[in-house]
């Protein structure tokens, strides 16, 4: 299993940016599918996006599509998601997930995913 830890959360205002990183350990980082999904109080966690081994493959969720982007550094075993132009309702715990077995598809659910990070809060004020 791979250990995954976010930062860069934080406060911003309505209409600013923040990057998020997403540091693995544990295992191989250029061989896992890895994607970020967000929970808020009360709610399901939520796709924001996903990134094949490569980076070569990115997709999104339909509330965040372009707004957000995610990249990886493999070789730096990190994952990240640049957010701008925030909004009130991206407030939530971001996690990043792995999918450890090989895959070639996009995969939206958290029951796709083997690892978890702890999350990172961000808080968008409007």
């Known amino acids: 299993q791979v250990q995954l830890v976010e930062t860069g959360g934080g406060l911003v205002q309505a209409g600013g940016s923040l990057r998020l990183s997403c540091a693995a350990s544990?295992?191989?980082?250029?061989?896992?599918?890895m994607a970020w999904f967000r929970q808020a109080p009360g709610k399901e966690r939520e796709f924001v996006g996903g990134?094949?081994?490569?980076?070569?493959?990115?997709y999104y969720g339909d509330s965040v599509k372009g707004r957000f982007d995610i990249s990886r550094a493999n070789a730096k075993s990190t994952l990240y998601l640049q957010m701008t132009s925030l909004k009130a309702e991206d407030t939530a715990v971001y996690l990043c997930?792995?999918?450890?077995?090989?895959?070639?598809?996009?995969?939206?659910?958290?029951?796709?995913?083997?690892?978890w990070g702890q999350g990172t809060q961000v808080t968008v004020s409007s």
């Open positions: 990134i094949n081994w490569s980076g070569g493959m990115t």
């Open positions: 544990g295992r191989a980082f250029s061989g896992l599918h």
């Open positions: 997930a792995a999918k450890s077995t090989y895959s070639s598809g996009r995969y939206l659910t958290p029951n796709d995913y083997d690892s």
